[in-house]
């Protein structure tokens, strides 16, 4: 069974950063392009962005320019860095994976347990 173990949440304040890791099996890691999700109470698990296996990244209008997320194939390990951190980014985080951008956008194989990033202002 793949696990997915994300790590980095905590209490930021607003204009702070934070980065988020993911870490998985190596084998399931370089044969999945990877991606990092959003949640808050009451509404959809909102995507943020995603990796592809060779590095090709995309991201969700309301986090481009303060968030990068890259991939460490030596360490089996995706991060997420947001900069500039607002209230609204609250929400917990979850990692998860796919065999493509497309997939890990619509259907995911495989998901984190979840990192909870609170943001006081």
């Known amino acids: 069974q793949v696990q997915l173990v994300e790590s980095g949440g905590g209490l930021v304040q607003a204009g702070g950063s934070l980065r988020l890791s993911c870490a998985a099996s190596g084998s399931f890691f370089r044969r999945n392009a990877m991606g990092w999700y959003r949640q808050v109470p009451g509404k959809q698990r909102e995507l943020v962005a995603t990796?592809?296996?060779?590095?090709?990244?995309t991201y969700v209008e309301s986090v481009k320019g303060r968030t990068t997320i890259s991939r460490d194939n030596g360490k089996n390990t995706v991060y997420l860095q947001i900069d500039s951190l607002k209230p609204e980014d609250t929400a917990v985080y979850y990692c998860?994976?796919?065999?493509?951008?497309?997939?890990?956008?619509?259907?995911?194989?495989?998901w984190g347990q979840g990192t909870q990033v609170t943001v006081s202002s």
């Open positions: 990796i592809s296996i060779g590095g090709s990244t």
């Open positions: 998860a994976a796919g065999l493509t951008h497309t997939e890990v956008a619509s259907s995911p194989r495989a």
